[in-house]
């Protein structure tokens, strides 16, 4: 039998909670039927669809009605910046930001915004870009993440959106990384448009949800039916929408006491990191999601340290955290003026054990000192 190996990749995805995954069989074993129809089946499917919508609203602090759900984050953030295009094609964003909004910022003009070495913008910074905008190409939507995906630093969400406010320009607040770490109130934050995933958090992939302020109107960005109230047409994925309810209620149940874990694991790592000769955190080594951190190397590449930890049954992440394949320079490192070719992301998940961590911090300092040695020629 092999031995167990410690997961801790997290802030990419997570294993199923066994909530989500209960309530998903239950769901995946009534009789087919599309919440838009007027027959039993169909009713019912819409039963397990709203209660599942109102479940997740209650974790997030929203009304029912604000929340669409989507395939996932990457598509709560297109149907944010899409939707925000009729009110100005300009945006604003931080240099941070995941691809999934750089992405859909590059479609049309935009204000990149610096951030410091922790991964912090400035919200001065952001509100001189809004400024930037001109009468032909007015700012239609100021782009924040609630925390940083790959070093884990906290934005200064409620300062950015008051001001946005003020300004009578849309906000959107990317909070899939913090989703089910950090507590979210959306209707108390006042934000206009929030994107959430599932995954990350230990629901089920190919769901996710975009929050919209109570009362704002935007154009669809998928078209064909009138489902979620007409801002999301096709048909609706009532097992994973459960599965994320459950996961998410899971994950809020218990958040202080799973913060405070994770805040402790972690800063186990970082300790290590600190006594460590040519290791370096990298991001707001306090004021950052708690289950998340980076690491930064000085003489050792990514890749050698990544398989010889795989090799020894430790699952982390290296290079931008938005590659599919390969181990590609981070753009969030780069934009902070740090290393962006060395780096390394640890990130706990609701499964993470104490020994899971203790597998991580026995084997990181072998790897690394072989590595060196090989490097050295001894």
Not at 91 to 100: G, T
Not at 276 to 285: F, I, K
């Amino acid at each position: 039998m092999s031995a167990p190996r410690a997961y801790l990749d997290g802030a990419s995805t997570q294993p199923l909670r066994p909530e989500a995954r209960a309530e998903l069989i239950e769901a995946w074993a009534e009789p087919a039927g599309d919440p838009g129809r007027m027959h039993t089946e169909g009713m019912e499917a819409r039963a397990r669809l709203e209660w599942a919508r109102e479940r997740v609203a209650t974790a997030v602090g929203a009304r029912s009605r604000s929340v669409v759900f989507t395939s996932g984050g990457s598509e709560a953030i297109a149907a944010a910046a899409y939707g925000a295009t009729e009110r100005g094609p300009h945006s604003v964003a931080a240099a941070v930001e995941h691809s999934a909004v750089r992405s859909w910022a590059e479609r049309g003009p935009v204000t990149w915004v610096d951030v410091d070495r922790s991964g912090r913008v400035d919200t001065e910074g952001l509100l001189d870009g809004v400024n930037a905008s001109t009468s032909a190409e007015p700012t239609g939507l100021v782009h924040l993440q609630w925390a940083n995906h790959e070093v884990g630093t906290r934005q200064r969400v409620a300062e950015v959106v008051a001001s946005c406010r003020e300004r009578d320009v849309l906000c959107h607040i990317d909070a899939c990384g913090a989703l089910g770490h950090d507590p979210i109130a959306f209707d108390d934050l006042g934000a206009d448009l929030m994107s959430v995933s599932a995954h990350k958090l230990g629901g089920p992939p190919g769901i996710g949800a975009l929050l919209v302020r109570r009362g704002l109107r935007l154009d669809p960005l998928i078209v064909g039916g009138d489902q979620e109230r007409a801002r999301r047409a096709g048909m609706e994925a009532v097992g994973p929408a459960c599965g994320f309810a459950a996961a998410l209620e899971a994950a809020t149940a218990d958040l202080d006491d799973s913060a405070r874990f994770a805040r402790t694991q972690t800063d186990r790592v970082i300790a290590w990191a600190e006594g460590t000769e040519g290791v370096r955190v990298l991001g707001d080594p306090v004021d950052r999601l708690d289950h998340l951190v980076c690491l930064g190397f000085d003489d050792v590449e990514p890749q050698p340290l990544l398989i010889g930890l795989d090799q020894a049954g430790v699952a982390v992440h290296s290079g931008s955290s938005c590659a599919t394949e390969g181990l590609e320079p981070s753009p969030v490192l780069a934009a902070m003026g740090v290393d962006d070719q060395r780096s390394m992301r640890v990130s706990l998940s609701w499964s993470t054990t104490v020994a899971d961590v203790s597998a991580f911090l026995d084997a990181a300092p072998e790897v690394l000192g072989s590595l060196r040695s090989l490097r050295a020629g001894t």
